[in-house]
């Protein structure tokens, strides 16, 4: 009798491999910013943008996830050599205890030696100052984007506003008129 030279192995109907994967949230995995400061640019010129590690508690990383951070009023500060996040507001987490963190205390920015020095010397220009634009998740980790910002005044605003709605009206013509050319 011939002996049989290949296994033939079927595969067993596991009850895991029948239950489809449960989605990731979009602002946990990375793919969502978690928070974003749009009064930012309205507000400022924003020259430079740097990226800085936020030094959280568990409970301020629970609450990001679920999409309760606020960066409107906050601002950044270096003081002896060290990068700090000011008035940034991370609201308590649902499930917290007693233990739940301050929502508004001073998170310590987590940056090089070389970037806070470089940092130091563009905000102690005349006007010149640390605004975070954006909280995310990258590789699991909390990340802040700093911009090195000056402060507009109100004509300037309102030529930025002009501008933005000259392109919006020149794109708005530029579709209208390919819309009627191809019909």
């Not at 974003?36 to 400022?44: L, M």
């Not at 910002?149 to 919006?168: L, M, P, S, V």
């Amino acid at each position: 009798m011939a002996r049989q030279t290949s296994h033939v192995i079927a595969a067993k109907d596991s009850p895991a491999a029948k239950k489809p994967a449960k989605p990731r949230d979009p602002v946990a995995s990375g793919e969502r910013d978690a928070a974003h400061n749009r009064a930012a640019s309205h507000n400022y010129f924003l020259l430079e943008k740097f990226e800085a590690g936020v030094a959280l508690r568990g409970t301020e990383v629970k609450s990001i996830r679920e999409g309760k951070a606020n960066l409107r009023d906050s601002y950044g500060l270096i003081k002896d050599g060290e990068a700090f996040l000011l008035n940034m507001h991370i609201g308590p987490y649902s499930h917290g205890n007693m233990a739940n963190h301050d929502e508004t205390r001073t998170r310590k920015l987590l940056l090089h030696r070389e970037e806070v020095r470089k940092l130091l010397s563009k905000t102690q220009i005349k006007g010149h100052t640390l605004i975070p634009t954006r909280l995310y998740f990258r590789k699991g980790r909390v990340k802040c984007e700093l911009a090195v910002a000056k402060g507009k005044q109100d004509w300037d605003k309102r030529e930025t506003e002009r501008r933005r709605e000259a392109d919006r009206e020149s794109s708005a013509a530029i579709k209208a008129n390919k819309h009627k050319n191809n019909s």
